[in-house]
C-alpha cells in the first residue's frame, strides 16, 4: 500500500523557518518525484516544489524561489522542504504528492498519483 505522510508543520513567526517531512512508503521511492503543494483558505491548491528522481532536477514555484529548498533521502524514503523567511502568504496545508520520474514545471494536481494527509503552516505578522 503506498503511503506519504507529511509532517512538521506548525505556528511561526513571520522570517521563521519550518522544515517540512514527507515519508513515504510502499513503493520504489528513488523512482519518483515528490512534489509539493499547498492550499490556503478560499484559494486553490498549488504545486510549490518538487524534486525529481534524477539527482540535481528540481521545481520552485516563483514566490518560493530563493526561500525554500526541497531535498530528499533515498535511503530513509523521505523528502524534506526547508522553508525559510516565512511570510503570511505562505500559510497553508502543505501536502506532498507522488508521480513517475520526474518533475513537470506545470505542477499539475492530476500529474500526480498518491498524496499525503497535509500538514498545516500558519505563519503570523
Known amino acids: 500500500e503506498v503511503q506519504l505522510q507529511a509532517s512538521g508543520g506548525g505556528l511561526v513567526q513571520s522570517g521563521g523557518s519550518l522544515r517540512l517531512s514527507c515519508a513515504a512508503s510502499g513503493f520504489i521511492f528513488s523512482d519518483y518525484a515528490i512534489g509539493w503543494f499547498r492550499q490556503a483558505p478560499g484559494k486553490e491548491r498549488e504545486g510549490v516544489s518538487c524534486i525529481s528522481s534524477i539527482p540535481g532536477s528540481t521545481y520552485y514555484t516563483d514566490s518560493v524561489k530563493g526561500r525554500f529548498t526541497v531535498s530528499r533521502d533515498n535511503a530513509k524514503n523521505t523528502v524534506f522542504l526547508q522553508m525559510d523567511n516565512l511570510k503570511p502568504e505562505d500559510t497553508a496545508v502543505y501536502y506532498c504528492?507522488?508521480?513517475?520520474?520526474?518533475?513537470?514545471?506545470?505542477?499539475?494536481?492530476?500529474?500526480?498519483?498518491?498524496w499525503g494527509q497535509g500538514t498545516l503552516v500558519t505563519v503570523s505578522s
Open positions: 504528492a507522488t508521480r513517475r520520474f520526474i518533475c513537470l514545471d506545470t505542477m499539475r494536481d492530476d500529474d500526480y498519483t498518491y
